[in-house]
């Protein structure tokens, strides 16, 4: 396990209200492998991304990174840790400094962390670039002059130059085009074997996860409500949510046609969970039970490692 | 659906093309655009990033700044006119009632100061009477009452039409208080209050999740079949497409590059680009590291590849494809491609082996 | 309803062109010149547009001017005794001639060598009044902005009660404390005039800690400072700039102010202000005397307000296209 979370928890207050964007989430991450945290606006996984490497301090909970607890160690030593968990952010056209050139984006780790200067980094800099398949012709260029695609190559190569274990990457192909989409998948997966990667991927396109994961999780305003292998997931969905959601994405198969039948209706700010009962329940078209509006249902072992959490476990599956 | 009916199209495309006057030079953004869109159609515009697809549907309702652009060759024929001819009160009485406009930003497509009744009424009043050409939003003035309280009771049906529960309480509410599916099916609601002819969605659900999106599909469907709309849908999503439109066109670097019924288009595309396109869609049987893209890069369009734009980044490649765009040709039933593979009346060039 | 069709416009610069050499380039300069292409093309974009701009340009030529006379008067003022001090009673008051092209004083010195030697003092205070006033500013600024808190508060109320001295009154203070001249008076101008600065910086500094790039560094590790100085404050260059093009007109209007009310610049030493009040008192018939000087200042004033416009236009990041 390279990385484990144990009932991490993250509440927000905004005036009298409190918000809990993320709400004692646990899960393991094995090193090398590929973990998909799929969720929607709301759902509260970009801020578990950045909880991790605690750019934002978690309320509750321990997060342990290489046998590590991160949540104890003072802000100091966190810094050494950071070289080892990088994040990759999902909007290419922002999360660049505009007035960086590439070569000073992504020498910059090593520069802040002293790992290398002078002759040294400039090598290490155009190796990276080559790697991520950047003309190393262009290092005196602003980020502005390149295209959606390369600037997220320039965001991979910055997080990886140190050769961190954990790289975190919050829809980092969201904002791309579908064939620019393709070749930054490849690359990751290629320098995932490269270099043993371990990543948290973050998204909400489920084709996405399908591709690129070995286990995933779905979180939904703040909680876990299912998780499991991604064969688990994607072919026996057991939580009404999962399932409503699969429904959801448009097909680029014209014979499945998803137009018909019922799935998600309304969403999170017009039907509001009130905080008591199952957190989905406001906007779920299985027959509820009593429980589902009085008690939280928590994270259940239902299968073969597949956990969710929903009063109506034994809801059939038809496809 | 054949492409050939007695009826005259509602939109056509004759050979446009268009260009961009920027400082660093001129962008060739429309490279002879041909579609045609009959009425009753719901077409998905698809393609990435510059390829040109929201020029091209801006071009109907003539909401392309004209500098920087221009156009400098061939016509937008809507409802029999030709829309590059049109301007001033003409263009806005068309603009007003016979086609309506969703974009992609749900977030800044309503104005934050006014609620939602007030640019409603604006709206329908705009339409209907083709009035509101002193810009002054009719909802603040204390214009004829009978009008505005019709305007006010149409407006509240929309919202129910278009989902938005309890409409005659929310219709007061700001844009900030409702969610983005909310303004969405508001601007939605704005877009076929005049019952348009047409209705032209650029990316609308782009900044949606995705069960928002469904729901919003949804009911564009619906709202084609109760109200006789034809859609031109702007996506790069081609799942979008594929879920709710009768036909598919396809664009690369300011052509369409391939065009016909949606079916056809996805299960057995012609075009090396779309082939490639669809190809990248990572899907339920993917594996693992062999999704396969489009090699190369998009091309800039200042100093465009010659001929055929694809030509740099395709795989069958060959020399007179750089000689000239080559036009689009019937390949199916309603399906046509522009490429040389399929030059000689519709058949596959049996020396370049694999496709068919 | 606002209306973005162009969602799709092809950015100019989205495909890199691909530079292909295989043989090293054959000096330094022109290696240099390769590897910046693409900013000097910025650049020379930038003066394009700039230069379109008619009143821009005249901007541009007065402040130019301005410079020159600053840096070159010296050497070329036709009577510089008359700069400091010579008294030549038998020529005083004698109108515009072509000996004395602005007409002489009442101590019969040359108006136009000491409106000329007034321009050069002008300058020099102005550029001591903004440097040190961007220096103090912008710094507390970036911290009070960055960490937010009570150290924000402290700061910012601080700056809060500065700005409500008007300079003049604050320079007549520190002048009735420790003297007139005009190093007291540049000291009084400084001191009001960095809260302007702090109190930009502080509100562009709210919003830049918030962007993605931000969060980006500091998830690779880098400390506060470095965020600051290394990331945040050269996104905020342009816009101090353009603020200090404007102001710097303004500071020199404030100087001819103090001098006017005669704390500033100490006669004989010649200074716009102190010569325009010299002079009123022989406005209707000896005209010159205040009329000169007051042409120059506004001339200059003008010069850097339609610099700074200009500037404005060309690098506020909501005018560029990108």
């Known amino acids: 396990m390279i990385l484990e979370l144990r009932n991490v928890s993250k509440v927000f207050h905004s005036g009298d209200r409190i918000v809990r964007a993320v709400d004692n989430v646990s899960l393991s991450l094995t090193a090398g492998s590929t973990f998909g945290l799929i969720g929607e606006s709301g759902s509260g996984k970009s801020t578990l991304a950045r909880l991790i490497p605690r750019l934002i301090e978690p309320t509750a909970g321990d997060i342990i990174f290489k046998d590590k607890t991160l949540t104890t160690l003072p802000q100091r030593q966190m810094r050494h840790i950071r070289e080892q968990i990088q994040i990759v952010f999902q909007n290419p056209f922002s999360s660049l400094n505009p007035r960086m050139t590439v070569r000073q984006l992504i020498g910059e780790p090593l520069v802040i962390h002293k790992r290398a200067s002078g002759a040294a980094l400039e090598e290490r800099v155009r190796d990276m670039m080559a790697l991520v398949g950047l003309n190393t012709e262009h290092a005196n260029r602003f980020p502005h002059e390149f295209s959606g695609g390369q600037r997220q190559r320039i965001a991979i190569a910055r997080a990886l130059i140190l050769e961190p274990g954990l790289v975190i990457l919050d829809e980092p192909t969201s904002a791309l085009d579908v064939s620019v989409q393709a070749q930054v998948l490849n690359l990751l997966l290629d320098l995932q074997n490269r270099f043993g990667l371990t990543y948290l991927l973050i998204t909400h396109d489920l084709s996405v996860v399908e591709y690129m994961a070995d286990q995933a999780a779905l979180m939904y305003l703040g909680a876990i409500v299912e998780q499991g292998t991604i064969s688990q997931i994607m072919r026996q969905p057991k939580h009404p949510y999962t399932r409503a959601l699969l429904s959801d994405v448009p097909s680029t198969n014209p014979d499945q046609r998803m137009l018909e039948h019922i799935s998600l209706e309304a969403d999170i700010v017009s039907a509001p969970w009130s905080k008591v009962g199952c957190r989905f329940s406001p906007r779920c078209s299985a027959a509820q039970v009593s429980a589902c509006k009085t008690i939280e249902p928590l994270l259940e072992v239902v299968g073969d490692g597949q956990r969710i959490a929903c009063h109506l476990v034994n809801v059939p599956v038809n496809d | ?356 | 309803m606002s209306l973005n069709p162009l969602s799709e416009i092809p950015s100019t610069s989205s495909a890199p062109p691909l530079l292909v050499t295989n043989s090293e380039p054959q000096n330094r300069l022109t290696r240099w010149l390769k590897d910046h292409a693409s900013q000097l093309s910025d650049i020379r974009r930038g003066l394009f547009r700039f230069s379109r701009n008619r009143l821009s340009m005249i901007g541009v030529v007065i402040v130019l001017l301005g410079l020159l006379i600053a840096i070159t008067a010296p050497l070329w003022v036709p009577y510089p005794d008359d700069v400091t001090g010579s008294v030549n009673m038998s020529i005083r008051l004698h109108p515009p001639s072509a000996d004395h092209l602005f007409g002489t004083d009442d101590a019969g010195r040359d108006v136009f060598s000491r409106t000329i030697m007034a321009t050069r003092i002008s300058f020099e205070v102005g550029v001591i009044i903004l440097l040190v006033a961007i220096t103090v500013g912008v710094f507390l600024g970036a911290i009070a902005g960055y960490f937010g808190g009570w150290i924000n508060q402290v700061i910012m109320r601080f700056t809060d009660i500065m700005l409500t001295f008007p300079g003049i009154f604050l320079a007549l203070a520190i002048s009735a404390a420790l003297g007139r001249g005009v190093l007291n008076a540049t000291l009084a101008l400084s001191v009001t005039w960095w809260p302007g600065y702090c109190r930009l910086v502080e509100a562009q500094m709210l919003k830049m800690k918030e962007e993605d790039f931000v969060a980006g560094a500091r998830a690779l590790g880098a400390g506060n400072l470095r965020i600051i100085f290394r990331h945040i404050l050269p996104n905020l260059l342009t816009a101090i700039i353009v603020k200090a093009s404007m102001d710097f007109g303004f500071a020199v209007l404030n100087l001819a102010a103090l001098g006017f009310i005669g704390v500033g610049v100490l006669p004989p030493e010649p200074d716009w202000g102190s010569m325009i009040a010299a002079g009123r008192r022989f406005i209707p018939i000896s005209w010159w005397y205040s009329t000169f000087p007051g042409l120059f200042m506004f001339i200059t004033v003008l010069g850097f307000n339609l610099l700074g416009d200009g500037l404005r236009d060309l690098l506020d990041p909501n005018a560029t296209v990108r």
Not at chain 2, 158 to 182: C, D, N, Q, T, W
Not at chain 2, 223 to 238: A, G, S
């Open chain 2, 1 to 356: 659906m054949s492409v050939t009916t007695a009826l005259p199209p509602l939109v056509e495309f004759r050979n446009l093309y268009a260009e961009m006057v920027t400082f660093d030079g001129v962008v060739k953004v429309l490279n002879g655009i041909n579609l045609t869109i009959q009425k009753g159609d719901l077409i998905g515009l698809v393609g990435e990033t510059g390829c040109g697809k929201s020029v091209t549907a801006m071009s109907i309702p003539q909401l392309v700044p004209q500098p920087p652009a221009r156009y400098t060759q061939g016509e937008v024929w809507f409802r029999g006119e030709n829309m590059l001819e049109k301007s001033g009160e003409a263009l806005r009485q068309i603009r007003a009632k016979h086609i309506g406009v969703v974009f992609q930003d749900p977030m800044t497509g309503l104005n934050p100061v006014f609620t939602i009744e007030q640019q409603m009424v604006d709206s329908i009043l705009c339409r209907e009477d083709a009035l509101g050409s002193t810009g002054f939003p009719q909802g603040l003035l204390p214009v004829n009452r009978r009008k505005r309280q019709a305007a006010s009771d149409r407006a509240i049906s929309l919202l129910k039409r278009v989902g938005v529960p309890e409409a005659e309480k929310r219709i007061h509410a700001y844009p900030h208080e409702f969610s983005g599916g909310m303004r969405q099916r508001v601007l939605i609601a704005m877009a076929i209050a005049g019952r348009p002819d047409l209705l032209i969605a650029d990316e609308p659900t782009t900044a949606l999740d995705v069960s928002v999106q469904a729901q919003i599909l949804r009911l564009i469907a619906e709202l084609v079949r109760e109200i006789d709309l034809t859609v031109l849908l702007i996506t790069h999503n081609i799942g979008l497409v594929a879920q709710l439109c009768n036909r598919i066109a396809v664009m690369y670097a300011g052509n369409v590059i391939e065009v016909g019924p949606a079916r056809s288009i996805l299960t057995a595309p012609k075009h090396p680009y779309t082939r490639g396109l669809l190809q990248a869609i990572p899907t339920a049987e993917t594996a693992r590291g062999t999704l396969k893209g489009v090699p190369g890069m998009v091309p800039g369009l200042i100093h465009p590849p010659s001929g055929c734009r694809f030509h740099t980044r395709c795989a069958f490649a060959q020399p007179r494809c750089k000689i000239s765009q080559p036009p689009l040709l019937t390949t199916g039933d309603g399906h046509q491609t522009a490429c040389v593979l399929y030059d000689s009346v519709g058949v596959p060039d049996e020396k370049h082996g694999q496709l068919v």
